[in-house]
Each structure stands twice: as structure tokens, then as C-alpha cells.
T-cell receptor, first 119, second 116 residues
Framework: AQKITQTQPGMFVQEKEAVTLDCTYD???????LFWYKQPSSGEMIFLIY??????QNATEGRYSLNFQKARKSANLVISASQLGDSAMYFC????????????????FGKGTKLSVIP | EPEVTQTPSHQVTQMGQEVILRCVPI?????FYWYRQILGQKVEFLVS????????KSEIFDDQFSVERPDGSNFTLKIRSTKLEDSAMYFC??????????????FGAGSRLTVL
């Protein structure tokens, strides 16, 4: 079974509109972290936002917010007021287990969603 | 903003040749990683490195791969005899572990390897 599922291979959004990128995850570990990374066409991986499994509130970072629904095991990324520079691949990733050693700090990535912002 | 730097940005090599990809992690980070992304696919964990030894490795990281930190700053990934299927973007990442924090991996810009 996939640990991270991103069901939207591609999304289009009008500039200045909000967009939600879906991510569902699968883990039996009560301690985990969820991350979103942005990968522009240049290829680098840029960290956007983090949500810990014990965090009581949804994470926010500027125009990015994470809609964390623990019971549904979903961690959707919401981008408000989309900009042309938001056009990129977006990856959801998960770290399972509380820290028990550096080697256990693996991220499992989803297949990504390609977001295109239309002027 | 501290960053992870990777060289080369793009390397083209013939099948069977040895390749070394280099990474300079963030200076006060202690944990180092290599990930791989085959074109159009998801990012996959290869190996983690701490205290001058491999902490964990994936099934992808077979005997053709090796890592080392020869001089305390560079962190290298060596592929001994490249195969066509090694063509991918290779990402280095580093981490300063903070038990109370989010512990976000900082990735480099990647090294694109093309094996012909």
C-alpha cells in the first residue's frame, strides 16, 4: 500500500485564486510528521510547511496552510492568492516514528501534483 | 539563508563509468542524506550518514553505491559502474537534529545524472 497518496497528477488555478492540493497518508505509528515540498522546473526541493501528528492546530506559513484531518489521514496543502511563481510540482512527504536515530529520519514522498497557475 | 550545495548540476556519462556526486551540507548539520528522483517519479531515499558511517540504506543502495565524507565538509556519493537505470536527479540533504523542532531536511538543488 502507498504510504503517501497524491491523487491529482495535475491542477490548474487562476492567478489570485486559492487552490487545495490533496494528500492522504497511511501509517500505524502515532508519531509522525507531514511535510510539503515545492519543486520548480529548475529541480530544487524547497520546504514549504510541516505538521506534526500531535500538533493541535493546523500549520500555516504565509500563503501556505495545511488542512490536517487526522481521523481521515489527510494533510491537504492550501495555497491562497496563487501567483505565477507557484507553478511547480508539489510533493507531500511523511516521516514516521518519533526520532530514534538519524537513520530513521527517512521521508517517504508521494508522486507529486503539478500545479499550473494561469494568468 | 544557509544552503546545501551540490556539484555538478548535470553530468553525462557512459554506462560502466564511475561517477562521484559532491555535496557541501550546511556547516553545523550533523546528519546527511542522499535521495534519488528518476524523471517523472517520486523522490526515493537512498542512504543516511552520521558520525562518519552509514546509518541506514535502502534496497536501491547496493554495492555499486558508496558514500563518504573525506574532509569534514564534502559529502560524496559514488556510483562505481553506472547503469542506464541510474539516470536520475540525485539530491543531497542535511539535518541539524532538534528534538523539540520540526527537523526539516534541507535539500540541495540536485545533480542530474544522465547515463548513455
Amino acid at each position: 500500500a502507498q504510504k503517501i497518496t497524491q491523487t491529482q497528477p495535475g491542477m490548474f488555478v487562476q492567478e489570485k485564486e486559492a487552490v487545495t492540493l490533496d494528500c492522504t497518508y497511511d501509517t500505524s505509528d502515532p508519531s509522525y510528521g507531514l511535510f510539503w515540498y515545492k519543486q520548480p522546473s529548475s529541480g530544487e526541493m524547497i520546504f514549504l510547511i510541516y505538521q506534526g501528528s500531535y500538533d493541535q492546530q493546523n500549520a500555516t506559513e504565509g500563503r501556505y496552510s495545511l488542512n490536517f484531518q487526522k481521523a481521515r489521514k489527510s494533510a491537504n496543502l492550501v495555497i491562497s492568492a496563487s501567483q505565477l511563481g507557484d507553478s511547480a510540482m508539489y510533493f507531500c512527504a511523511m516521516r514516521e516514528g518519533w526520532y530514534s536515530g538519524a537513520g530513521s529520519y527517512q521521508l517517504t514522498f508521494g508522486k507529486g501534483t503539478k500545479l499550473s497557475v494561469i494568468p | 539563508e544557509p544552503e546545501v550545495t551540490q556539484t555538478p548540476s548535470h553530468q553525462v556519462t557512459q554506462m560502466g563509468q564511475e561517477v562521484i556526486l559532491r555535496c557541501v551540507p550546511i556547516s553545523n548539520h550533523l546528519y546527511f542524506y542522499w535521495y534519488r528522483q528518476i524523471l517523472g517519479q517520486k523522490v526515493e531515499f537512498l542512504v543516511s550518514f552520521y558520525n562518519n558511517e552509514i546509518s541506514e540504506k535502502s534496497e536501491i543502495f547496493d554495492d555499486q553505491f558508496s558514500v563518504e565524507r573525506p574532509d569534514g565538509s564534502n559529502f560524496t556519493l559514488k556510483i562505481r559502474s553506472t547503469k542506464l537505470e541510474d539516470s536520475a536527479m540525485y539530491f543531497c540533504a542535511s539535518l541539524l537534529l532538534d528534538r523539540d523542532g520540526a527537523n526539516v531536511l534541507t535539500f540541495g538543488a540536485g545533480s542530474r545524472l544522465t547515463v548513455l
